[in-house]
């Protein structure tokens, strides 16, 4: 039996990461055409018609309440919320798209953006393929949910887990003691500054005239390639994790890239999100429940890749070891008191804007069955492009195989650029096979 809305809360508070992409409108407003939005694509082995679709959409509860939610920025140092009206009207989108079976995720649903001020902050996309395939496009505003979140709602629509096993919204925090969380606040906020201190690599010097516009790339390894990867992270220091590996690659891959464009001082830092959800657990799943893990790369340490893993590593130990996850996540919690201009001077950056040297995410391995009783052969999240740095690269795996999702503005990396960088990825993660 469906769970009723009834049952659903009328306010839901921000977490410390969504209202961290909140601050982040304001970067989204002077440097991106598509705002903060997250796209989420499942290949489906069989046609799902667009009245199949909104059948299953109204069976469940959750998207009427996700569509008549409203943003209350809250009063001064309040607390920014979810507020529910019943009378609010939007009307639920899904477009239609016929295109070849070889592209990727086309541009006009790319550079289509959501905005906080939408009556609806989530869509649908049937994508048609020549070959009688579908994929399906869940595209949502990156405040409602993560990528974790999004997945969820589309196994539960598609049937691959019961309403039952679900948890939809967060559990009430935790009180802390003031002085304990303030002494978090700025400690934390010192380490962040230790280890973004300049120079850093940057990859845009000097903001475009234009407003920056973004693609999209994916790079796919065999089974018998993704094999072979594992046994290479393994031989170079990633005992623990391939995620090392995976950064030390991507790392070097972007230094040798930004040599030939004589891009040769500062180090890398960058801020790698982390799932602050049970292993396992189905949900929550409206908010963003993540908090950063800051590392920094010394451009010197690259030259290696067994000694940059082995360096990003131990990196990651001591990361874990001091809790800097949890105090990051303490911090974020904090900071959603303060006016969102204020928390956007405070995070957007050590080198006037620019939030990383590169982005970089590993969420795993994904695993996802059946929908509608149709086979899944395959499974992309698209994170939203964010300019600058205006590069990142995206690990996952889904059945077997590896794949690298790589976000690049245009206006800043070139067909050349792309296909540089691309052959350098490939290489460092595959060797000479």
């Not at 890398?268 to 292993?279: K, L």
């Not at 690259?302 to 590593?313: D, G, N, W, Y």
Request: aromatic letters at 12%.
């Amino acid at each position: 039996m469906n769970i009723s809305s009834t049952n659903f809360p009328k306010e839901v508070i921000l977490s410390g990461a969504d209202c961290f992409f909140l601050a982040m409108e304001r970067h989204y407003e002077k440097f991106g055409n598509a705002g903060n939005v997250c796209h989420l694509v499942i290949s489906i082995e069989s046609i799902i018609t667009k009245e199949t679709l909104q059948k299953k959409i109204a069976e469940f509860a959750i998207f009427d309440w996700l569509s008549k939610i409203e943003l209350n920025r809250g009063t001064l140092f309040g607390k920014p919320k979810w507020v529910y009206n019943k009378d609010k009207k939007c009307a639920l989108q899904i477009n239609e798209l016929t295109v070849p079976t070889t592209d990727n995720l086309p541009l006009e649903i790319v550079n289509k953006g959501i905005f906080l001020k939408d009556p609806c902050l989530f869509r649908f996309t049937i994508i048609n393929r020549e070959n009688g395939t579908t994929d399906l496009v869940f595209s949502w505003h990156h405040i409602l949910m993560d990528a974790q979140g999004a997945e969820t709602l589309l196994k539960l629509m598609g049937g691959e887990i019961v309403e039952e096993k679900i948890k939809y919204f967060p559990e009430k925090e935790k009180k802390i003691n003031p002085l304990k969380a303030f002494y978090i606040l700025h400690f934390s906020k010192e380490f962040i500054k230790k280890t973004s201190k300049l120079p850093l690599v940057q990859i845009v010097t000097k903001r475009p005239d234009y407003m920056p516009e973004s693609n999209y790339s994916v790079l796919e390894l065999t089974e018998e390639q993704t094999k072979h990867l594992d046994k290479r992270a393994l031989e170079n220091g990633a005992k623990i994790s391939k995620g090392s590996f995976f950064l030390a690659c991507t790392t070097k891959a972007i230094n040798d890239w930004l040599i030939t464009k004589n891009n040769t001082t500062g180090a890398f830092w960058i801020p790698i999100p982390q799932n602050r959800r049970p292993r396992g657990s189905y949900g929550p799943v409206i908010s963003n429940l993540q908090a950063f893990m800051f590392y920094r790369i010394p451009r010197e340490k690259t030259a290696l890749l067994k000694s940059c893993t082995e360096f990003i590593t131990s990196q990651m130990f001591d990361l874990i070891r001091h809790k800097r996850p949890d105090d990051y996540a303490i911090m974020s919690n904090l900071l959603r008191r303060l006016p969102s201009r204020f928390y956007y001077w405070l995070i957007k950056g050590p080198a006037g804007g620019s939030m990383a040297s590169f982005l970089y995410s590993d969420p795993g391995v994904n695993v996802f069955n059946s929908f509608l009783g149709h086979k899944v052969s395959d499974i992309t999240n698209y994170p939203p492009g964010t300019f600058p740095p205006g590069l990142m690269t995206i690990f996952e795996r889904f059945n077997g195989k590896q794949k690298i999702v790589i976000n690049y503005t245009l206006q800043i990396v070139s067909k050349e650029d792309l296909r540089i960088l691309e052959n350098n990825l490939l290489k460092e993660l595959l060797g000479d096979s």
